[in-house]
């Protein structure tokens, strides 16, 4: 199917999302988040992976199998040392880093392909949140499985609410640390490797936090818009491609998104948005392939390319020009962290 959700043998969508349905409309749908036990039996993810050692010709051979326990389909070729880690187990490791037994947090849960790949999303309570607003960007812990060879399993902070393939691959590619888990006697090691990550990650999210609610507060004049415009853009006076960002930059900046929300109108935090917005959404990618789809090439830009290093180079000056024209006390410890 288009999601690349995977069906069991009952013809139910191994999948489960709480809140808003996914694009898709697939899979189950509760108003909530979930505990794992929940999560497990709603996204169908209660089966387990068999590893057998493999025959040929009733010859038994030095080639080993993971299949699924539910209804035998074959997942993958694996070699002697692999350890899979199991469904629930999978559930069992995010409560644990998330140091939250039993919380209710899946937002969604889901398999792909035959199952080989398994994957769990748990809200995180560490939002970006404008105050005096409703402008939230939620957090999310993923923890994505796979039950095939040469693939560790990863945990990662992200913002994307995974539901599919596409959303999957977006979360994974998404800037920000992660763990990696390899399939062996020793994975669970790594387990408290990802519990100090989450912890350094959720700092780093509450002092994002912070200086975005501080962006949010200053008032940007003519001349200061134009040091920033002029410092991304160093070749505006000649480069008439520069000209056309930075005026498509402005036009955003200017429409605050329709002016959703009014007291962002003017501020710094409105102009970041600005140039984050032009990046995603309106800024060439470099594509890699040359029959490369555009849009394809501009989400890769924006999610992991230079559009990333364009993003945190335009917070950079923004913050850098504040200092400079006095236009606010800024905490040089907090700017410091970025």
């Not at 990046?279 to 029959?291: L, P, S």
Request: glycine share 6%; with cysteine; hydrophobic share 40%.
């Amino acid at each position: 199917m288009s999601a690349d959700l995977s069906v069991n043998k009952e013809g139910k969508v191994e999948m489960f999302v709480a809140g808003e349905p996914a694009w898709h409309h697939m899979g189950q749908r509760v108003p909530k988040p979930v505990t794992w036990r929940e999560a497990a039996k709603l996204a169908s993810l209660d089966w387990d992976v068999r590893k057998k050692q493999l025959q040929l010709d009733g010859v038994v051979v030095d080639s080993w199998g993971l299949f699924r326990g539910d209804d035998g389909r074959f997942l993958s070729n694996v070699g002697p040392v692999f350890e899979p880690i199991q469904n629930t187990k999978m559930f069992e490791f995010v409560d644990f880093i998330l140091q939250a037994k039993d919380g209710a947090h899946y937002e969604s849960a889901g398999a792909l392909g035959n199952g080989e790949v398994v994957w769990a999303l748990a809200r995180i309570p560490e939002d970006i949140r404008i105050v005096g607003t409703d402008d939230v960007s939620k957090t999310y812990f993923l923890f994505c499985n796979y039950h095939k060879m040469g693939w560790s399993a990863v945990g990662k902070l992200s913002s994307v609410r995974v539901v599919c393939n596409n959303t999957l691959q977006a979360a994974l590619r998404e800037a920000g640390h992660l763990v990696k888990i390899r399939h062996t006697p020793t994975a669970e090691e790594k387990f408290l490797e990802a519990q100090q990550l989450l912890e350094v990650s959720r700092n780093q999210i509450k002092d994002l936090d912070s200086l975005m609610n501080f962006l949010a507060k200053v008032d940007l004049d003519m001349p200061s818009i134009g040091q920033i415009i002029n410092t991304i853009y160093p070749e505006i006076k000649t480069s008439v491609q520069q000209q056309s960002k930075a005026r498509t930059v402005l036009d955003i900046f200017e429409d605050n998104d329709n002016n959703a929300f009014p007291s962002q109108r003017g501020t710094a935090y409105n102009l970041l948005n600005a140039f984050t917005k032009h990046t995603d959404h309106f800024a060439t990618g470099i594509r890699m392939k040359a029959d490369e789809d555009e849009k394809k090439a501009r989400a890769r830009n924006a999610m992991f390319g230079l559009g990333e290093s364009l993003k945190f180079g335009v917070l950079q000056t923004i913050v850098k020009v504040i200092g400079e024209r006095n236009l606010a006390s800024v905490d040089t410890d907090l700017v410091s962290k970025f």
